[in-house]
């Protein structure tokens, strides 16, 4: 595919930015995002960091409304303002703070530099256009390309996320594509300029099993022709199990632990991750009882006083509640926000 | 969702005419033609085959030829007056009959269809547009923009339509063509800019909007490409029951005086005439009233088969 060249911009001029190629791909320092509702201020995101690099897989892992979303959201610059801001932290691609950036640049780099996929193909995309024709106008918005080279990448596209009959499908309407070919038509238009970052807000929830494994092989396979970074948002373990690098836990907007998914699966270093772990099905302990995290996700309004996940914690102690635990490395590319993160991993280990 | 449709080149110059905006926007589609179906060539189909709304599409483009061309109705001049035919009754010749001034009274029937159809739509198209405009801007970008012209519409809402055109048309004083649209675009557009700013609200939250902005797209090319299309559809057949409406308030401010002076020819100029000898002529009443009724009757017709083609909670 690659219609890209890179620069190349029919903004016109939008693009000098000073990218530096040496820097990480995209480097999230200290995200702070707020919503000012009538009820109060809710902190949505409070300090997420995290890097990625080329060729990885990062997953954003939490319970529905731990502020995944919103941080991918952020990221992008779609948050909806007034009632959400960006109170804090940075968000850099190549070394350029997109949060610095004035609004045309930043348009200009959604879609060419970094895109997103929605949970809802089906509802990501325009009922009263063809999917063809959806694809075609990111060309034509972007790179003011001809109505009739856009419809031609467009099919190539459409092709490229192995859409059967991709010549006859590109005047179809998205009501008329199953839940799988949306999402892929979803893949096809974010990837059609190249995006050196993909966010995908849970991909897969919307569909049914199969599906969801053919939309995460689709998805790798892509990663590996256009080496590009993939942000993972999902709540799905088997998911990030299969396919992640590294895995960053949420709660309440707060990362509580982040590092390789294979040692955080192996052994947790936070409770909430051990937790979550534990309330997993697994084949080997067919006829034992899951083990639930009891209570349930705070409310942000009110988030408890200390550590956040203390009333569901099972190995609180006084100082949870009193002190709120920073995030501190506990293995060489590991950190957790626990003030007994030793003791969680040792846990693990029996 | 909308029910599956046979694909194929049948379908091909078959949109939706309902609109000029959604035709252009379907047109710009396409080097092949499409095929399949969307919201519009559903409700198309839907509509084809609708008595109602062929009912009404027959009333409005009898109507509509008649105002582009009445020459074709009637070979008679409408000002072409004979004092001794004065009060006539209708006859085999002059099917209506003659008024005060003896001028024959179905040309002047027909005659008077030409400027009750341009008020109409000249007024509608107007404040269609305004509150498309501002309804795009109040409803999209939230904060302080909706909050001033939200309040703004509210204030303006409590106008009453006819009080206020006649506060303002007694004080013009030529009342012509431009000025009764003009009076009526400006007291009329609240309610289309309502709706249109709710139909907006709704819209804006769904995902393909926030993904056309994940994919870098212009606020102008959102509003123009993904919410307008999507978001129309209420204002549409708001819009279509609006005609009917601003016809019948041209001819209730002529009634009253206030409107269209002499020699203009409209309908409520002639009901007007009328209302002082509606026992001794009631012709002089009942034709334009007639006309009138049916040309406002076939336009509220049309704006409830759109509706019921439009709304796919209706189906």
Redesign the interface.
Known sequence: MSVTEEGQSAEGGVFPLDYDPTAPLLEVEDLHVEFRTRDGIVKANSGISYTLREEETLAIVGESGSGKTVSAQAV?G?I?S?PGYITQGAARLRGVDMFELPDPER??????RI??????AL????????VG?QIA??FR??RGTS??EA?KHAIELLDRVRIPAAKERV???P??FSGGMRQRA?IA??L?LDPEVLIADEPTTALDVTVQAQIMNLLQDLQDETKMGLILITHDLAVIAEVADRALVMYAGKAVEHGPVKEIFLNPGHPYTLGLLQSIARPEQKGGKLIPIVGSPPDLLHVPSGCPFHPRCRYRQDICSEVEPPMTDTRPGRASACHFAEEVLALGKQ | ??D?QGQGPEHEGQQPQTSLEVAE?VEL????G???????SDAWKQLRTSPVFLISLGIIILISVMAIAPGLFTNADPRACDLSNSLVRPSADHWFGFDLQGCDYYARTIYGARISVSIGLTVTIFAGLLAVVMGSLAGYY??ATDSVIARLTDIWFAIPTILGAIVILSLLGTRGFFQVSFVLVILGWPTMLRLYRSSVLSVKE???I?????????DF?ILS??IL??AIAPVLIYAAITVGVIISAEAALSFLGVGLQLPAISWGLMISGAQTRILSAPHLLLFPGLFLSVTVFGFILMGDSLRDALDPKSR
């Open positions: 992008m779609i909806d007034p348009r200009a780099m959604r879609g060419e895109a997103m996929i929605f949970q809802d509802t990501a995309l325009n009922p009263v256009f063809p024709w106008e990111t918005a972007h109505k009739r419809r005047n179809a309407y009501h008329e979803m238009m974010s059609a | 969702m909308s599956s926007l589609d396409d080097v092949q499409i095929s399949g179906a969307s919201l519009w939230a904060g769904l995902d393909y926030e993904a056309a902005r994940a994919l870098g797209a212009s090319r490409k993904h299309p999507n």
